[in-house]
């Protein structure tokens, strides 16, 4: 009897012990009015339900962490239906051997991304956000040290500080036309990030908002900012132009500092007076240097940017995308964005990604983010800018009907515009010779084609051309002509009466090539002279 009851005893141990494993491992659940799903074949977490996906001030009393970190977690999506993600939902999951989060996937129905929703997701690639969220708070994709691309936000209002700090290889992100406020250190030591355009509805710039933001080429700050604080583009070593509107009030201390002996700045244009411009640019060392050792000091002379005041501005916003419906910030890359000077003529450039063909330049809802009606059909397309304009580069996926160009430069220069192409559209090719070559021809086999380095044709077949450069021969310098002068020794001291080489008889002066007197011409000459001295005695 006693045996029997120790053995249902420890029966009942095993099974309690079970289903608190069973417990702490859960692969699904409830959490307020969201359901979470975790599936093991493919280490994605899935948020689904409505309502809100609650705060965790306190990330291990997730009821979702025990299995992420015992499994791995690849890929969370949160579905329609999810209206908010709270703080600290996704921090920090997975683990090192199984696997740490890679994608994001954040459907349109979401509002909010909470603080430090997805923080030292160290793994991260991708983010998709939903078009409807309109607030990513503070810290929430910080030191997401490999997140390349972010996708969607058309709707986003404001960005806390912090929100990508650290994100290193950070290299799109098409700021909402909805934007009016970015935070502290928002974006700082987002090294890699390019073709920033501050949108036209941005209110406020925190502290160190692209604090050494290295790809930015070109800030244009717009009219409804009003203060500039300190370090917001701190040591951003790239940037040509920096456009600021009159109605900005306040520099801060160090806003465009630079490393020391950087050149890169060579532009900035107010739109206020010079008058103005000397009662708000105040702050310490606004465009100077610093140095290795952390000291401020002043630009050189010759490497101060020329200031431009009264300048009427106009913005040129583009972004890349594969869909009518969002802008995803993929398929190919745009160049052209900036601030320029209204009646400037702006050339704007797509570039499709392999696998992908450019198939126009549309304009942008400025609510609903989707594309409008075609504007260009170039890739390479120069605009007369009179007003700010807003511009998305639609690449779509190549299919078998179309063709490719190939581009190849031989030795001496470099090409672009190759690609795949619609039938019947327009290739712009251009071929720039490197220094000390001459660009030749494009040239199809041996054929030549045109001897214009920028050609365009209309694409019918799959070409291939080649850009030939030649070697510039430097000019042939010169000789010195030899030195006129006296090639005869007539002191008879031994030496060339021109340029007073000791000399033997008979031998080449090497300077002027002549045969200086020898020993029997110097006794004939000797004897001469004593003739003529004693006839003129006799004469006396």
């Given at each position: 009897?006693?045996?029997?009851?120790?053995?249902?005893?420890?029966?009942?141990?095993?099974?309690?012990?079970?289903?608190?494993?069973?417990?702490?491992?859960?692969?699904?659940?409830?959490?307020?009015?969201?359901?979470?799903?975790?599936?093991?074949?493919?280490?994605?977490?899935?948020?689904?339900?409505?309502?809100?996906?609650?705060?965790?001030?306190?990330?291990?009393?997730?009821?979702?962490?025990?299995?992420?970190?015992?499994?791995?977690?690849?890929?969370?999506?949160?579905?329609?239906?999810?209206?908010?993600?709270?703080?600290?939902?996704?921090?920090?999951?997975?683990?090192?051997?199984?696997?740490?989060?890679?994608?994001?996937?954040?459907?349109?129905?979401?509002?909010?991304?909470?603080?430090?929703?997805?923080?030292?997701?160290?793994?991260?690639?991708?983010?998709?956000?939903?078009?409807?969220?309109?607030?990513?708070?503070?810290?929430?994709?910080?030191?997401?040290?490999?997140?390349?691309?972010?996708?969607?936000?058309?709707?986003?209002?404001?960005?806390?500080?912090?929100?990508?700090?650290?994100?290193?290889?950070?290299?799109?992100?098409?700021?909402?036309?909805?934007?009016?406020?970015?935070?502290?250190?928002?974006?700082?030591?987002?090294?890699?990030?390019?073709?920033?355009?501050?949108?036209?509805?941005?209110?406020?710039?925190?502290?160190?908002?692209?604090?050494?933001?290295?790809?930015?080429?070109?800030?244009?700050?717009?009219?409804?900012?009003?203060?500039?604080?300190?370090?917001?583009?701190?040591?951003?070593?790239?940037?040509?132009?920096?456009?600021?509107?009159?109605?900005?009030?306040?520099?801060?201390?160090?806003?465009?500092?630079?490393?020391?002996?950087?050149?890169?700045?060579?532009?900035?244009?107010?739109?206020?007076?010079?008058?103005?411009?000397?009662?708000?640019?105040?702050?310490?060392?606004?465009?100077?240097?610093?140095?290795?050792?952390?000291?401020?000091?002043?630009?050189?002379?010759?490497?101060?940017?020329?200031?431009?005041?009264?300048?009427?501005?106009?913005?040129?916003?583009?972004?890349?995308?594969?869909?009518?419906?969002?802008?995803?910030?993929?398929?190919?890359?745009?160049?052209?964005?900036?601030?320029?000077?209204k009646g400037t003529q702006v050339a704007i450039t797509a570039i499709p990604a392999d696998g992908y063909v450019f198939d126009g330049w549309?304009?942008?809802?400025?609510?609903?983010?989707?594309?409008?009606?075609?504007?260009?059909?170039?890739?390479?397309?120069?605009?007369?800018?009179?007003?700010?304009?807003?511009?998305?580069?639609?690449?779509?996926?190549?299919?078998?009907?179309?063709?490719?160009?190939?581009?190849?430069?031989a030795e001496g220069g470099t090409t672009t515009g190759g690609g795949m192409f619609h039938p019947g559209q327009t290739a712009q090719l251009?071929?720039?010779?490197?220094?000390?070559?001459?660009?030749?021809?494009?040239?199809?086999?041996?054929?030549?084609?045109?001897?214009?380095?920028?050609?365009?044709?209309?694409?019918?077949?799959?070409?291939?051309l080649t850009a030939r450069f030649e070697k510039v021969e430097p000019p042939v310098e010169p000789k010195p002509s030899e030195p006129v002068?006296?090639?005869?020794?007539?002191?008879?001291?031994?030496?060339?009466?021109?340029?007073?080489?000791?000399?033997?008889?008979?031998?080449?002066?090497?300077?002027?090539?002549?045969?200086?007197?020898?020993?029997?011409?110097?006794?004939?000459?000797?004897?001469?002279?004593?003739?003529?001295?004693?006839?003129?005695?006799?004469?006396?």
């Open positions: 009897m006693k045996t029997t009851r120790k053995a249902l005893s420890v029966l009942l141990v095993l099974l309690m012990m079970v289903l608190c494993m069973e417990a702490a491992f859960a692969e699904g659940g409830t959490v307020g009015t969201v359901t979470w799903n975790y599936d093991a074949s493919t280490k994605t977490l899935t948020f689904s339900g409505s309502g809100a996906i609650p705060d965790y001030p306190k990330p291990d009393e997730r009821p979702w962490r025990s299995i992420c970190s015992s499994e791995g977690c690849l890929a969370v999506v949160v579905e329609d239906g999810v209206t908010d993600i709270g703080t600290y939902a996704c921090y920090y999951l997975g683990n090192n051997e199984k696997g740490r989060l890679q994608s994001v996937t954040i459907a349109d129905s979401v509002k909010t991304v909470g603080q430090s929703a997805f923080q030292d997701s160290t793994e991260l690639l991708s983010v998709s956000l939903g078009n409807k969220v309109k607030s990513i708070g503070g810290s929430a994709f910080s030191q997401c040290y490999k997140l390349k691309t972010v996708t969607g936000g058309n709707s986003v209002e404001t960005i806390g500080s912090n929100a990508f700090y650290g994100c290193q290889a950070l290299q799109s992100f098409t700021l909402s036309s909805a934007l009016t406020s970015i935070g502290y250190s928002a974006f700082e030591n987002c090294y890699k990030l390019e073709g920033v355009t501050l949108p036209a509805g941005l209110k406020t710039i925190g502290k160190q908002a692209f604090f050494r933001n290295y790809k930015m080429t070109a800030v244009s700050i717009p009219d409804g900012v009003t203060a500039i604080p300190e370090k917001a583009f701190f040591d951003c070593s790239s940037v040509q132009t920096v456009s600021i509107p009159a109605g900005v009030t306040s520099i801060g201390d160090y806003a465009f500092e630079m490393s020391a002996n950087s050149d890169a700045l060579k532009t900035v244009n107010f739109g206020g007076s010079e008058t103005q411009w000397n009662a708000v640019a105040k702050g310490k060392n606004v465009f100077g240097w610093i140095d290795q050792g952390g000291n401020h000091i002043p630009r050189a002379a010759d490497k101060t940017p020329t200031f431009h005041f009264n300048v009427a501005g106009a913005s040129v916003s583009l972004a890349a995308t594969t869909s009518k419906v969002r802008i995803t910030n993929a398929g190919g890359t745009v160049k052209g964005s900036g601030t320029y000077e549309y304009g942008i809802h400025a609510v609903e983010g989707k594309l409008t009606v075609l504007k260009y059909s170039n890739a390479i397309q120069a605009i007369t800018l009179n007003e700010s304009i807003t511009l998305a580069a639609l690449f779509v996926k190549a299919t078998s009907s179309d063709f490719n160009v190939t581009v190849t430069a251009t071929a720039t010779a490197d220094s000390g070559w001459n660009f030749i021809g494009w040239f199809d086999g041996d054929t030549k084609i045109t001897s214009s380095a920028n050609y365009a044709f209309d694409v019918t077949k799959n070409t291939n002068h006296s090639h005869v020794d007539e002191n008879n001291d031994g030496k060339c009466d021109g340029c007073g080489e000791q000399m033997t008889g008979g031998d080449h002066c090497p300077q002027c090539g002549k045969i200086h007197k020898g020993f029997f011409q110097k006794i004939v000459g000797f004897f001469h002279k004593i003739i003529y001295r004693l006839t003129h005695l006799f004469q006396q």
